[in-house]
């Protein structure tokens, strides 16, 4: 009787260690091994339900009704998820409002949150997608007052 292959190796190009039991990562390159990276889950959702992120999110679509991530590569697609692009999660809880916003679509903001679990935060702006990290948050704050 024939059995379905199992995928038990990290998904990073050249990894062979075995991936971890959340996501198809080894813990090297950003596996999880619960399916919350925090214990405060709850409390990181209900942060989504106030009104302070809801208007944010109504001012954020209005300004850019389009995903910033198809309009670099030349499709037109409706935005539909304000993205945070220095997740608040891996900064603090400050920066959860403190933040750089780009309006995404569903698929263009799953592939950015692949990118965050190994640590490159995009930004696509309008001269191509830009790949950050954790240590440029205070530049990008700075530069974004000025």
Known sequence: MPTLPSNNKCSELGCKDNRSKYNTYCMTHGGRNSYNDSDSRTESNSMY?????????????????????????????????????FPWTKIGKFAFSRNLYQSLCIHCHSAKTAHEQRGIFMHYTEGGPVELTKNDYQWAMRKDIE
């Open 49 to 85: 339900q106030s009104s302070q992120w809801k208007q944010t999110r109504l001012v954020q679509l209005s300004r850019q009704p389009l995903c910033q991530a198809c309009l670099c590569e030349g499709r037109i697609t409706s935005a539909n998820h304000v993205d945070h692009v």
